[in-house]
C-alpha cells in the first residue's frame, strides 16, 4: 500500500473513533443506564454499556497557559546560573521597542542535550516531567524579556548557543534565529569550559554551520559575570512586524 | 485464579467534536501549540498539514513533544486520575502520573483537522477475579494487610485496555 493510503487509511480509523466514545460516554452523570449497546466489533464478551461516572468532575477545568510560559526555565538542571535579557525591536519602524510580542527560547543542558523525551515517541513520561531549559514570554514595554537558566553546555558540532524563535501576540512567526556567544580568552565559554566535558573537539563561532557568515557579529550577545556569580546576557533583536 | 498485578492504558482521543470543557480546552490549547511550533519547520511556508511536515520537514518529528508542553498543565489539573474510565459504581477510580501524547493529525488552515490522543497509563492493580464481564481489582497493598481490602469492579470498554501483566501469585 502506498504510504498516502496507508496514511489515509488511518486516519479515517480515528476519525471513527469518537462515534463509540460517544455512543458510550455521557456529559452529564445521570443514573446508570441500561441503554442497549451499540458497539460494534470493538468490545469483546458483552457488549454492555460501560455505567458513566456518577461523580462530580473534579475542580472545573481552566484554561492554563502552555508550561513553556514561565520565567525560569532551569527545572532543577545544574550549571551556572544564566540571566537572559532579550530585548525586541521593530526593524520596520525605527527600531522601536516590541511590546506584546511572544519570545520562545530553548537551549540544551550543561552536558549538551535537548529536553525531549523517547525521540522514538513510544514511551511514556510522567505528566510532573517538564519541557526542561524551554520558555515563553511576552515582551514588556520596553521591548524585554528576561529568563533564568544555566550557562548551556555544548555539543559536536555546534558552538554555544540559544534558540530564539519571536512570533506576534496571535502567534505568527516573526523570526527564527539563535544567539551566539563571545569566545576566547577571558569570556564566559572559556570560564565556564564546556562544563564536564571541555571543550576539546569545541566548534568556534567561525567554524559553526549556523554563525560562521555573522562576521557583523549581528547573533553574538554580551555576556559578562563569573561562574561563583552566575552569568548575564544581554541581546537586542530586531525583527520586521 | 492466580492473582496478577496490571496497568491498564486509557487513550483519550480528543477531536473537533470534543464537548466536554477540559477536552475543547486540550483540543484548542494543542491547535495553537501546533501552529506556533511547527512554524519552526515550515520557515517557507511550503507545508499545512501534520502529514506533509512529517514528510517533508527535517525535525518536525519533533512536533509531538513540543505540543505535548501546551497539555501538561491540563493534566496536572486531573489531579492524578484517568478521566472517563468509571468503575461499576460510576466512580472514577484509574490513578495515574504516566501519559504519552500523541499528535494524530493537523493543519495550520483547518483546526477542524486537529486530532490527538491521550494515553494514560495507570498506577499497578491487583487483578483478582473477573466476575462476568467485570474485572475485580484492588490497589496493591502497600504493606502487608490482614483481612477485607478496598475492590473495584470495572469492565474493559472501548478504548481502555490492559498494558502489561505481572504474575504475583
Redesign the interface.
Known sequence: ME?KHF?KSL?AG??S??V???A??K?D?VT?TTITAT?TG?????G?C??????T????????????VRADITDGKAGYKLTATLTVTNSNSSCTALTGV?V?IWHCDAEGNYS????S????????A??FL?GRQTTDANGQVVFTSIFPGWYSGRATHIHV?V?TAS???LK?TQIAFPEGTGTAVAAVGGYAKGLTGYTSNKSDNVFSDDTAGVQLASVTGSTSAGFQLAFTLAVPA | MTERTITLCYRK?I?A?A????DK?VFA?TY??F??QA??FN?EKRYHSL?ELL?HAPGA??L??LV???V????????G?V??V???????FLK?????F?L??SDVLDQARH?VAI?F?SEPLVWHDTV??YLLVSAPPGTATAGEIPTRL??????LSIHSLQATG
Open positions: 504510504r496514511l486516519l480515528v476519525a473513533a469518537p463509540l466514545l460517544a458510550c460516554g456529559e452523570s446508570p458497539t470493538t468490545t469483546s464478551g458483552s454492555s460501560t455505567v458513566v461516572p456518577t461523580e468532575e473534579g475542580p472545573f477545568p481552566t484554561h492554563t497557559p502552555s508550561s513553556y511572544l520562545d525531549e523525551y523517547g525521540g515517541g513510544t514511551q511514556s513520561t510522567n505528566y510532573t517538564v519541557h524551554r524563535h512570533y502567534g505568527t512567526s527564527v | 482521543l477531536d467534536s464537548t466536554r470543557p477540559w480546552l490549547a495553537r501549540e501552529c506556533l512554524q519552526y520557515q502529514a514528510q518529528a519533533q509531538p513533544f505535548s508542553g501546551a501538561r498543565g491540563y493534566l496536572q489539573q486531573l489531579n486520575q478521566p472517563d468509571a468503575d461499576n459504581l460510576g466512580r472514577l495515574f502520573t504516566q501519559f504519552q500523541n494524530l493529525a486530532q494515553n497509563y462476568g464481564p470495572f469492565q474493559i470498554q472501548p478504548y
